[in-house]
């Protein structure tokens, strides 16, 4: 119990770095404060019912943000807090199921709500979908490189992303020797991934290394 109020007591900067740094204990207040409360409030789990979005789907889309394509790196401390700045891209990926178009909101753009309780929508500049799916295939194409360079390291990035389990147990179901050991290896593939998206954005080639 008190470690778990320890826990909540984390300042923004330091949660931050823990995110950024893809820490298992940073995503976990992640997961516990942003991401299930979020899908769980009565603003949000209608609408993610009707569009078949899981909490885990919200989960992988903020870390492919976050993580793969770099936005950790516009949080700003002083424009409000982490958790609330995190809040915002999660209802974003909400309001972005929707298939109405005209429902739609930028997420780089997005406020907090209104006074009336209504959502602040700005007019969409580009397609969310196309840009999603782009994100999404080459996410893939980057882990098909790291599944290729390390099995064991890539196994362990989709235990940690998508399945969410603790370094704990990923040490016991991979007989791994300690957790230390499994933060490590996470830590070189989330720096591999990073490296492999650079390379293939920088080159616009769509073709995997061998």
Not at 74 to 79: C, E, F, S, V
Not at 108 to 118: I, K, M, N, T
Not at 187 to 192: A, D, G, T
């Amino acid at each position: 119990m008190k470690e778990n109020e320890e826990e909540k007591k984390i300042p923004d900067h330091d949660w931050y770095e823990l995110v950024k740094a893809g820490e298992d204990a940073g995503w976990k207040l992640v997961w516990e404060r942003v991401v299930e409360p979020e899908s769980k409030s009565m603003r949000s789990a209608e609408m993610m019912d009707r569009f078949s979005l899981s909490a885990g789907d919200l989960m992988g889309m903020l870390y492919e943000d976050m993580i793969a394509r770099r936005k950790i790196d516009l949080y700003r401390d002083d424009g409000g807090s982490f958790e609330g700045w995190l809040k915002r891209y999660v209802r974003g990926y909400i309001l972005n199921a929707d298939p109405n178009p005209h429902g739609e909101i930028s997420i780089e753009g997005a406020h907090s709500d209104s006074e009336d309780g209504q959502e602040e929508l700005i007019l969409p500049d580009k397609d969310n979908n196309v840009e999603r799916s782009e994100a999404w295939n080459l996410t893939h194409l980057c882990f098909r490189d790291l599944w290729n360079e390390d099995p064991e390291r890539a196994y362990i990035h989709l235990l940690k992303t998508r399945f969410m389990l603790s370094s704990d147990e990923i040490r016991d179901f991979l007989e791994i020797s300690s957790a230390a050991n499994v933060d490590k290896i996470f830590s070189r593939s989330i720096q591999f991934m990073r490296h492999a998206w650079d390379d293939h954005d920088r080159n616009g080639i769509l073709t995997i290394k061998g």
